[in-house]
């Protein structure tokens, strides 16, 4: 079974841009989160969806926006990217909003924002 | 404020050696306790959870971790390390189940192994 999938890998971006990064869930798993990891830092959690409603807004500004499809799969969306929005962004997915017994990471996408 | 703590932000150990990670978390409650583990540029893999029961729990790779609900600890251990235990290992915790996936990091411990 395929896990948890990211697009791109990497993207380059420049100041005032917008971006959109993909994740895909685990075949079965209805909740998708989403994280930021700073370099040298630990991951911060964004927003988490559910059955495509917003279970869960970390503090993060509303630059930051996501949504969720019937399949499932998930967008997380930025705005106006400053440079401190170069990150990896992680997407995890899980079977349920509480599952985390079955939480799996995806290998992220790293913005780099010049 | 509720926070995560690994107190130590690098550590070197000699192959074959063991190894202890230190966890600390502030909570007003037992918070379900996760370890993992990233590689240079890759996702999080899943060493070991606490939810509930025995407080000493095993994981993958030959990882081990104890609860202490005294010191608020989750430390995590390896008898004897490999070079390929080599990476950037995190703490985390949730607030059980009503917090949904909302998991709160330490800042991390990066593993360096020594041949």
């Known amino acids: 079974d395929a896990g948890v999938t990211q697009s791109p890998t990497h993207l380059i971006k420049t100041r005032g841009q917008h971006v959109t990064l993909r994740c895909s869930p685990i075949s079965g798993h209805k909740s998708v989160s989403w994280y930021q990891q700073v370099l040298g830092q630990g991951p911060q959690f964004i927003f988490q969806y559910y059955e495509k409603e917003e279970r869960g807004r970390g503090n993060f500004p509303d630059r930051f926006s996501a949504r969720q499809f019937p399949n499932y799969s998930s967008e997380l969306n930025v705005n106006a990217l400053l440079l401190g929005d170069s990150a990896l962004y992680l997407c995890?997915?899980?079977?349920?909003?509480?599952?985390?017994?079955?939480?799996?990471f995806g290998s992220g996408t790293q913005l780099s924002v010049l | 404020a509720q926070s995560v703590t690994q107190p130590d932000i690098h550590i070197t150990v000699s192959e074959g050696a063991s190894l202890e990670l230190r966890c600390n978390y502030s909570y007003g409650a037992t918070p379900y306790l996760f370890w993992y583990v990233q590689s240079p540029g890759q996702g999080l893999q899943l060493l070991l959870k606490?939810?509930?029961?025995?407080?000493l729990v095993q994981g993958i790779k030959g990882f081990e971790a104890e609860f202490k609900r005294s010191q608020s600890s989750f430390n995590l251990r390896k008898p004897s390390v490999h070079w390929s235990d080599a990476a950037e290992y995190f703490c985390a915790v949730v607030l059980g189940k009503a917090a949904g996936n909302k998991l709160t990091f330490g800042g991390g411990t990066r593993v360096l192994v020594k041949p």
């Open positions: 606490y939810f509930s029961g025995d407080t």
């Open positions: 995890a997915s899980s079977p349920s909003y509480g599952g985390n017994e079955k939480l799996f």
